[in-house]
């Protein structure tokens, strides 16, 4: 299986903590195509409070 992928973007946001979120979403919202890398383990909750699994 291989892990490669082909995206094109505008801005690329590593990590969706406080400062993440601020950075996508300003871009966002300026018009920029906005890819968001998150360091997790498979099967793992995010530990960020932004995220959009970490209420569960």
């Known amino acids: 299986m291989s ?6 973007t505008d ?3 590593l990590g969706y903590g406080g400062a993440g979120a601020a950075a996508a979403i300003s871009a966002h919202d300026a018009g920029a195509r906005v890819v968001i ?6 099967g793992e909750i995010p530990a960020s409070p ?3 699994f970490s209420a569960l």
């Not at 890398?37 to 498979?42: D, G, L, R, Y």
């Open 3 to 8: 892990n490669a992928w082909d995206e094109e």
């Open 37 to 42: 890398v998150e360091k997790t383990t498979a």
């Open 11 to 13: 801005v690329v946001v």
């Open 50 to 52: 932004l995220s959009p």
